[in-house]
Antibody, heavy 129, light 109 residues
Framework: EVQLVESGGGLVQPGGSLRLSCAASGFTFSSYWMHWVRQAPGKGLVWVSRINSDGSSTSYADSVKGRFTISRDNAKNTLYLQMNSLRAEDTAVYYC??????????????????????WGKGTTVTVSS | QTVVTQEPSLTVSPGGTVTLTCASSTGAVTSGYYPNWFQQKPGQAPRALIYSTSNKHSWTPARFSGSLLGGKAALTLSGVQPEDEAEYYCLLYYGGARVFGTGTKVTVL
């Protein structure tokens, strides 16, 4: 069964740090880009960060740039999010999600399709004193 | 800062049809933004419905369809069922970054 399981959430004081993990199983983890997405209580989904399949390229939302670091260990099938200088507004459920790519060739033209298809159940981070 | 805007709420009768849209503050949404659509019910993780504008996942019910409409991405629910009551989010690709829409609460009444 294809599965993502997040862990590492908890209560942390403002200015503190936390490292989230996302354990992948049931698929070839090293072939997929991965994302972190968060959702504050009662609010919408917010994209946080992504990492490519071999970990050589990353992107971040402006709200977390310079404070959060995404990484992965393909040997351990695990995605990470190191969160530093945490603020109250970082309080949220954090989801990891898999992103895949399909390629279609028609008349020697290449068409690409991208999808974010598998999500974990999330881990809750609360930043409060 | 890029903002992706959806209708805050829509109401539809069982068996009816409703269309949700997804607009980008940067201009018209095209297939190059690879629009994805997700459904989320309270207390649950999001579930993928549509990818790259109009492609369905193997688990996506036939009554859900995606398209481009008037410079926006669109999700149409035809023959709405009570279980379709949920929050729906679009996702657009901006190079290496992604931006979720503000979400649409669909009520089946």
């Amino acid at each position: 069964e294809v599965q993502l399981v997040e862990s590492g959430g908890g209560l942390v004081q403002p200015g503190g740090s936390l490292r989230l993990s996302c354990a992948a199983s049931g698929f070839t983890f090293s072939s997929y880009w991965m994302h972190w997405v968060r959702q504050a209580p009662g609010k919408g989904l917010v994209w946080v960060s992504r990492i490519n399949s071999d970990g050589s390229s990353t992107s971040y939302a402006d709200s977390v740039k310079g404070r959060f670091t995404i990484s992965r260990d393909n040997a351990k099938n695990t995605l990470y999010l190191q969160m530093n200088s945490l603020r109250a507004e970082d309080t949220a459920v954090y989801y990891c999600a898999r992103e895949g790519e399909e390629q279609l060739v028609v008349n020697q033209l290449y068409y690409y399709y991208y999808y974010m298809d598998v999500w974990g159940k999330g881990t809750t981070v609360t930043v409060s004193s | 800062q890029t903002v992706v805007t959806q209708e805050p709420s829509l109401t539809v009768s069982p068996g009816g049809t409703v269309t949700l849209t997804c607009a980008s503050s940067t201009g018209a949404v095209t297939s190059g933004y690879y629009p994805n659509w997700f459904q989320q019910k309270p207390g649950q993780a999001p579930r993928a419905l549509i990818y790259s504008t109009s492609n369905k996942h193997s688990w996506t019910p036939a009554r859900f369809s995606g398209s481009l409409l008037g410079g926006k991405a669109a999700l149409t629910l035809s023959g709405v069922q009570p279980e379709d009551e949920a929050e729906y989010y679009c996702l657009l690709y901006y190079g290496g970054a992604r931006v979720f829409g503000t979400g649409t609460k669909v009520t089946v009444l």
